[in-house]
């Protein structure tokens, strides 16, 4: 067990993949000094230019080009820098790395991870602050991971890296310092989730950042007498269904917090499929949170009112164990 | 492969690819048109067999090639068995993909053809990358990808060439213009002075070639493989040819301008210039009608075979989607 | 009222809309021919080359170009030709068009309609047959409408048209032929749902194509002596939750069906609205039917695998009357 | 804008503007840096004010401008108001876009600024769309595009110039080349001769000009925008200049080779060289000093002011999203 930051947990994954194997290249802009925030730092001097490639900005080329090298035999890991930049690779993404192996009949296959740092980061206003997290879930093909803490931005990484499917890897910008022990002998099944607090009296589903903010929601609650478990997914894609549907089997009740804009949020995928197969289990109304369905301004207070917050999970958690099921 | 030199044998081989070709797309319109076997769109690439015959005359099997919707003539050439690719166009059992892609996305990674595309230009950053792959795992393939002329209109045109020209990857990129986006003429839409200019902005040495001459596209672009072979940098093709069909088989045609295809074909056939050229040479009429009667008694068989073939199990809908996640686990 | 086919009426509306307001212009590739799919048939004569704008094969530059278009006021209509390009211009439309008018404080306006021709199509396999309507609702800025009639083709066109907000317009290729009656003087109030049955024991929610089906599969269940409410959304974004609402707690039975990949599909979205605010009223499972997340296929019988059909909407109708909520 | 001819009160002019744009970003690294009032990144432009003042100067309020990332000195020398600016980068009520865009997204459609862009080379299609739609409007004003030497290598650089160049549009692209794209030289990833060489592949006229010389800029600038104006096809012009920062305010730009800045900040600079010509035209060292120091209290002002000013209602993060289904009648 070691302390380090979230950042420096994906750094070491990377490196000592890219150590092990041979055929793991990294690819983006900037890659050479570290990238844009640092999670390369040091892995040009060890691996060379040819493994750690500095691109022109060339979105379409940074992900078409990685899945051209994927298919010939290379794991490529994919910078896209900010999520909202690989809008400009959607074609490549969607219509190409996820269909390919399917759309070939087997032939082919996109040993891939493609890193998104994704969500809300100290003002950087509508286009560097998206989270688009149920876009990718929504399409075949693809293995969508949401690591929020250093442990499993290490673990998450090195499955994501060993995975021979395309993984679209994303990672909270705001948390990059975030401190935690980690364990590099621990391995994590891609699809399980992560019990990060036991309850009885309430389920809380999160993932990314606001699992961490769940975890802090829990506390407050248990300081009320309120036991809330907390399942961070982790993975959206496959998701831990069977944890969240038993977890809400024993509470009877269901918060599901996220970042993303609520509407069209993969929020509404784990709240629906409670409804189709636990809907009789639920004793309480349940609770949604997300964004508005409104853009991330510049201004700190305007951006602050996209945020879901500890609070308003505490709040959702309360209503829910209050209120009877629909309202 | 073509021997070293310009020879009879040589020149016979190009027919005999193009004749086949051709027949292959004559076969694949029957069954689409007349057998109503073939469900999806066909994009026929007859008139444009020179530069699949001619460019690929210089691949080995490990050798990479990408394609586009207009692909059935470079993948043949490639190497690829077209009982397989006739299945594929019928969506059956034993296709090169299973079915499971059609014409469009016809691919046979056996031969190294990894793929052709639906979506236009998206082939040129995969192929630069593919390039890229072999590089890194200091392979000495090369790659080629073929594109049309509408593709040059497309940002990744832009970023795939200058990708292949920063990382000076070992790729030919062919541009095989016969003139036409859909039923658009390309030059309306195309600023300055074309595509090999936009790919010498780039960096990239380029090359005009007569897109309906196989002997000058085989000799052409044997010099520029063998460049490549030699450690060159990645050069760029540009062959002018003609379609001689619609944009798809479904397609007919009626934007051209009266005429135009008529005298474009006349002028232009590259079969019938081929055939011309060998003549020439002292082959005999009965040489060329056998070498066309063999390629469409094969392409008969082929239709036949594959129109026999039954449609892909049913579990093959969720098969090859993703290892973690399939849908063979759980479909919804 | 006239008889004229989904494709017509949508014609019909461009051309009136075109004739009655000179910034109105179309833009896309082969439009001059008609279009792909003969939506512009005729138009290019009567409006001339500067209205009816041939372009290049650059999906990025129609998108972004017809952007910048409408900022200085005109009202493009643009022709993705198939969704599936639309990926093409990811970056435009999101990050862009949608954002503008936010990011820069009020300044902009985006005046646009962007019809993207959705869904199945006789074997045009994994790049030609994509639903991605969820992926658009989830974006803030953006308005999303899904006709299924030749009179909603008709008056929807018309009112995204003349709505000052970017519309994602997405027609679906197989029905381009359907017939149907069109009264021209008929409005529709964007966002508003069209009740296009009446039932009091099954509330049946779909929109585009599979609405078409879910009023086959009504039918059928009236001869089963099932009365099946049918629902058909028409507009994704903003949708018409009230009625759905009110529908759902009349019935106590909820069936969603849309074409697109169940998983994070917007069926999602109306079951957990339908959990959280009438949860209650809920006296059956729900059932949500979509794709499986798969992919795609050209061999007819694969690509049969993906569809939902009035049948299986019958059976989930009868499954939702005969179970007890969740399962 | 300039009177036509080159005399010192156009020469002036051209510093005035300079020195207004680095006083309005020296100020704005403080307010960033100091007084921690501007909290996202910003990309000042110092050291590249040439460009600005230069272009801008032969522009009316009814042409239009886009930029970028880097856009504050377009933004001011096409008649913003210094005020609303700063407001923005703070965030405030009162800011050019209501405090909701900040530095990245500034925008003044008062005076044609149509907005700075977030994302590299998106701004290239949607200018020349704007252009479009001057035309199919019947107006007269025209449109000029400043982009980054790094966005000639996305594939928007080729789409939107090729459709300028298609519908021969009243368009002036500007690369303004300060050698870095964020922290990698950009001459490393960007393939064959350069961005102009490129533009005119895909047919447009490329000027090259010393980017660092105001009068030089001013100069070229006004007889391309005189060809514009007549009705001439769009132009492109290449700018090489320098950044004496780093990418954001707060990137030490430890990468660049020792010395260089240094070396190319003593070369170079336009705001010197300007100083220079002025006073080899016989202006008084008094009268520069005046001008800097003016520029200087004018943004000392502003910054002033700017910080006095309370942020934006809550309210606002919920309008100007869409009329129809606005998060104003329902947020979630
Ligand atoms: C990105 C994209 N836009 C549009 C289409 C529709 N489309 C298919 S083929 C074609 C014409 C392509 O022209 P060209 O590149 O010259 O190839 P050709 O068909 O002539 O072989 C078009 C527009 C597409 N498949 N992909
Ligand atoms: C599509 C996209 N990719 C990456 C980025 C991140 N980024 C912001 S500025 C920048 C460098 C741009 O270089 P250049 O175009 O030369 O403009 P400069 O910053 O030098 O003014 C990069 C890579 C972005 N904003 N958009
Ligand atoms: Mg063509
Ligand atoms: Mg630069």
């Given at each position: 067990?070691?302390?380090?930051t979230y950042i420096e947990a994906a750094r070491?994954a990377v490196?000592?993949?890219?150590?092990?194997?041979?055929?793991?290249?990294?690819?983006g802009?900037?890659?050479?000094?570290?990238g844009v925030f640092g999670q390369y730092?040091?892995?040009?001097?060890?691996?060379?230019?040819?493994?750690?490639?500095?691109?022109?900005?060339?979105?379409?080329?940074?992900?078409?080009?990685?899945?051209?090298?994927?298919?010939?035999?290379?794991?490529?890991i994919v910078e896209m820098r900010f999520s909202?930049?690989a809008?400009?690779?959607?074609?490549?993404?969607?219509?190409?790395?996820?269909?390919?192996?399917?759309?070939?009949?087997?032939?082919?296959?996109?040993?891939?991870v493609i890193r998104k740092p994704v969500g809300l980061w100290?003002?950087?206003?509508?286009?560097?602050?998206q989270s688009?997290e149920?876009?990718y879930?929504?399409?075949?093909?693809?293995?969508v991971l949401c690591p929020s803490t250093p442990q499993d931005n290490y673990s998450m990484m090195?499955?994501a890296?060993?995975?021979?499917?395309?993984v679209v890897y994303l990672e909270h910008k705001n948390i990059w310092g975030l401190?935690?022990?980690?364990?590099?002998?621990?391995?994590?099944?891609?699809?399980?989730?992560?019990?990060?607090?036991?309850?009885?009296?309430?389920?809380?589903?999160?993932w990314s950042n606001?699992a961490n903010?769940?975890?802090?929601?829990?506390?407050?609650?248990?300081?009320?007498?309120?036991?809330?478990?907390?399942?961070?997914?982790r993975a959206?894609?496959?998701?831990?269904?069977?944890?969240?549907?038993?977890?809400?089997?024993?509470?009877?009740?269901?918060?599901?917090?996220?970042e993303?804009?609520?509407?069209?949020?993969?929020?509404?995928?784990?709240?629906?499929?409670?409804?189709?197969?636990?809907?009789?289990?639920?004793?309480?109304?349940?609770?949604?949170?997300?964004?508005?369905?409104?853009?991330?301004?510049?201004?700190?207070?305007?951006?602050?009112?996209?945020?879901?917050?500890?609070?308003?999970?505490?709040?959702?958690?309360?209503?829910?164990?209050?209120?009877?099921?629909?309202? | 492969?073509?021997?070293?030199?310009?020879?009879?044998?040589?020149?016979?081989?190009?027919?005999?690819?193009?004749?086949?070709?051709?027949?292959?797309?004559?076969?694949?319109?029957?069954?689409?048109?007349?057998?109503?076997?073939?469900?999806?769109?066909?994009?026929?690439?007859?008139?444009?067999?020179?530069?699949?015959?001619?460019?690929?005359?210089?691949?080995?099997?490990?050798?990479?090639?990408?394609?586009?919707?207009?692909?059935?003539?470079?993948?043949?050439?490639?190497?690829?068995?077209?009982?397989?690719?006739?299945?594929?166009?019928?969506?059956?059992?034993?296709?090169?993909?299973?079915?499971?892609?059609?014409?469009?996305?016809?691919?046979?990674?056996?031969?190294?053809?990894?793929?052709?595309?639906?979506?236009?230009?998206?082939?040129?950053?995969?192929?630069?990358?593919?390039?890229?792959?072999?590089?890194?795992?200091?392979?000495?393939?090369?790659?080629?990808?073929?594109?049309?002329?509408?593709?040059?209109?497309?940002?990744?045109?832009?970023?795939?060439?200058?990708?292949?020209?920063?990382?000076?990857?070992?790729?030919?990129?062919?541009?095989?213009?016969?003139?036409?986006?859909?039923?658009?003429?390309?030059?309306?839409?195309?600023?300055?002075?074309?595509?090999?200019?936009?790919?010498?902005?780039?960096?990239?040495?380029?090359?005009?070639?007569?897109?309906?001459?196989?002997?000058?596209?085989?000799?052409?672009?044997?010099?520029?493989?063998?460049?490549?072979?030699?450690?060159?940098?990645?050069?760029?093709?540009?062959?002018?040819?003609?379609?001689?069909?619609?944009?798809?088989?479904?397609?007919?045609?009626?934007?051209?301008?009266?005429?135009?295809?008529?005298?474009?074909?006349?002028?232009?056939?590259?079969?019938?210039?081929?055939?011309?050229?060998?003549?020439?040479?002292?082959?005999?009429?009965?040489?060329?009608?056998?070498?066309?009667?063999?390629?469409?008694?094969?392409?008969?068989?082929?239709?036949?075979?594959?129109?026999?073939?039954?449609?892909?199990?049913?579990?093959?809908?969720?098969?090859?989607?993703?290892?973690?996640?399939?849908?063979?686990?759980?479909?919804?």
């Amino acid at each position: 067990m070691v302390m380090m930051t979230y950042i420096e947990a994906a750094r070491l994954a990377v490196q000592q993949a890219m150590a092990a194997d041979e055929t793991v290249w990294c690819v983006g802009e900037d890659l050479g000094r570290g990238g844009v925030f640092g999670q390369y730092l040091g892995l040009q001097v060890e691996f060379g230019k040819d493994r750690i490639v500095d691109t022109p900005i060339s979105e379409a080329a940074i992900m078409g080009a990685a899945f051209g090298a994927a298919m010939v035999g290379t794991r490529p890991i994919v910078e896209m820098r900010f999520s909202d930049f690989a809008l400009c690779a959607t074609d490549e993404l969607v219509n190409q790395i996820a269909k390919a192996r399917f759309m070939f009949g087997g032939q082919s296959r996109a040993p891939m991870v493609i890193r998104k740092p994704v969500g809300l980061w100290r003002s950087s206003a509508a286009q560097h602050s998206q989270s688009l997290e149920s876009w990718y879930a929504h399409i075949p093909g693809l293995v969508v991971l949401c690591p929020s803490t250093p442990q499993d931005n290490y673990s998450m990484m090195k499955a994501a890296i060993a995975c021979d499917d395309p993984v679209v890897y994303l990672e909270h910008k705001n948390i990059w310092g975030l401190e935690g022990e980690v364990d590099t002998s621990l391995e994590v099944e891609i699809g399980a989730a992560s019990r990060r607090r036991k309850g009885e009296d309430v389920t809380i589903v999160s993932w990314s950042n606001t699992a961490n903010l769940a975890v802090e929601a829990a506390e407050t609650l248990a300081g009320q007498g309120i036991g809330a478990e907390v399942i961070d997914l982790r993975a959206l894609w496959p998701w831990d269904k069977q944890m969240v549907l038993a977890s809400v089997r024993k509470t009877g009740r269901l918060v599901v917090a996220h970042e993303a804009v609520r509407v069209g949020g993969f929020g509404a995928e784990v709240v629906a499929t409670v409804a189709e197969h636990a809907g009789d289990a639920l004793k309480g109304p349940v609770r949604r949170l997300g964004a508005p369905r409104s853009l991330v301004a510049y201004a700190p207070n305007l951006e602050d009112k996209m945020r879901v917050t500890a609070d308003m999970i505490v709040t959702a958690a309360k209503e829910t164990l209050m209120g009877a099921a629909g309202k | 492969m073509l021997e070293s030199g310009h020879n009879t044998q040589n020149a016979r081989q190009l027919l005999v690819m193009m004749e086949r070709i051709r027949a292959f797309e004559e076969h694949a319109i029957l069954a689409a048109e007349r057998d109503r076997l073939v469900l999806g769109a066909i994009h026929p690439s007859i008139g444009q067999e020179a530069c699949a015959a001619g460019v690929m005359a210089h691949l080995n099997r490990t050798d990479i090639l990408l394609s586009t919707h207009r692909g059935h003539g470079h993948t043949l050439a490639k190497g690829a068995d077209p009982l397989a690719m006739m299945r594929e166009l019928l969506g059956r059992t034993g296709g090169c993909c299973g079915g499971k892609g059609g014409s469009m996305h016809i691919a046979d990674f056996g031969v190294g053809m990894l793929g052709a595309n639906g979506v236009v230009g998206a082939n040129i950053t995969i192929a630069a990358g593919a390039a890229h792959g072999i590089k890194i795992l200091g392979q000495d393939h090369i790659v080629v990808d073929i594109f049309g002329d509408g593709a040059a209109n497309r940002g990744p045109f832009l970023e795939g060439i200058n990708w292949a020209s920063v990382f000076e990857l070992p790729i030919l990129f062919v541009c095989e213009d016969n003139q036409y986006s859909a039923t658009t003429r390309t030059g309306s839409v195309t600023g300055g002075p074309g595509v090999a200019a936009r790919a010498e902005a780039l960096g990239l040495r380029a090359t005009q070639v007569d897109g309906n001459d196989a002997e000058a596209v085989a000799r052409v672009s044997g010099e520029i493989i063998a460049r490549l072979r030699g450690g060159g940098g990645p050069e760029f093709l540009h062959a002018v040819t003609y379609r001689h069909t619609g944009h798809t088989s479904f397609d007919p045609a009626t934007y051209r301008p009266e005429g135009e295809a008529v005298k474009e074909i006349a002028a232009s056939d590259p079969i019938a210039r081929q055939r011309a050229a060998l003549l020439a040479m002292g082959l005999g009429q009965d040489v060329l009608d056998g070498i066309h009667t063999a390629a469409q008694a094969e392409m008969e068989r082929v239709l036949k075979d594959a129109a026999a073939t039954p449609f892909p199990p049913d579990e093959a809908a969720f098969a090859d989607v993703q290892d973690i996640g399939s849908p063979m686990q759980e479909a919804y």
